[in-house]
């Protein structure tokens, strides 16, 4: 999948970039490039592959420095509501942004 001069500019005003038109044709080949690179990744056949919890894990076996999954905060959810401008049923409210 390659990318076109026209997509090149629509993702640059989605993105809401400035685009020089002499900086467009570098960056439609940069774009291209990881293109290109996602397009060979997902052409590789990886059946049979096991996946590695750390890239190390190839080499060598890795300990993953898990922490215990237990409750360290206490509820202090009336204090930080204290400070909401507006607050409704345990929830903030905020000024509507999008129409």
Known sequence: MSLQSGQINKIAA???????ADQAPALE???N????????????????VEPLSHPLAIIAP??????EDAVTETDRR??????????????????????
């Open 14 to 20: 989605l993105s809401r970039l400035k685009l020089a």
């Open 29 to 31: 080949q940069q774009l």
């Open 33 to 48: 490039n990881i293109m290109a690179l996602a397009d060979r990744l997902a052409a590789e056949d990886t059946t049979g």
């Open 62 to 67: 890795v300990a993953l420095r898990l922490r």
């Open 78 to 99: 009336q204090a930080n509501m204290a400070n909401a401008p507006a607050a409704q049923d345990g929830l903030f409210l905020v000024p509507r942004v999008i129409e």
